[in-house]
């Protein structure tokens, strides 16, 4: 059990640790912000789903059903795979809010790790 949340945690921490994280102010995970290129759009989505999933997989897990959180292993893989390309992508001005759309989503995922 501590072994896969110490691997979302870590995953989380790496994306974090890719971006200077600046928030004046906080999106909700649900908002999905949209951007130039599409390829980052796809990666907020992604993102996205991954916190949806983690928080089922994790309440699941709690209840004794590991199996989605296992699931997620490789999802966290590829997401960690595919952040440093898109940051790379960002215009200048995008930078903020990209940030602080990550910040919200990792946020969601320590939440319910710390509320159970």
Do not use: H
């Amino acid at each position: 059990m501590r072994k896969w949340t110490s691997l979302i945690r870590t995953v989380v921490a790496g994306l974090s640790a890719l971006f200077v994280l600046t928030a004046a102010d906080r999106v909700l995970a649900e908002e999905i912000p949209t951007f130039s290129a599409p390829e980052v759009n796809t990666f907020v989505k992604s993102y996205s789903d991954f916190a949806d999933e983690y928080v089922a997989a994790y309440k699941a897990m709690k209840a004794g059903d590991r199996s989605k959180i296992q699931e997620l292993q490789s999802k966290s893989s590829d997401l960690e795979t595919q952040a440093a390309p898109v940051t790379g992508k960002l215009k200048p001005d995008e930078t903020d809010k990209f940030n602080t759309f990550v910040t919200s989503c990792a946020q969601k995922i320590s939440a319910v790790s710390q509320s159970q």
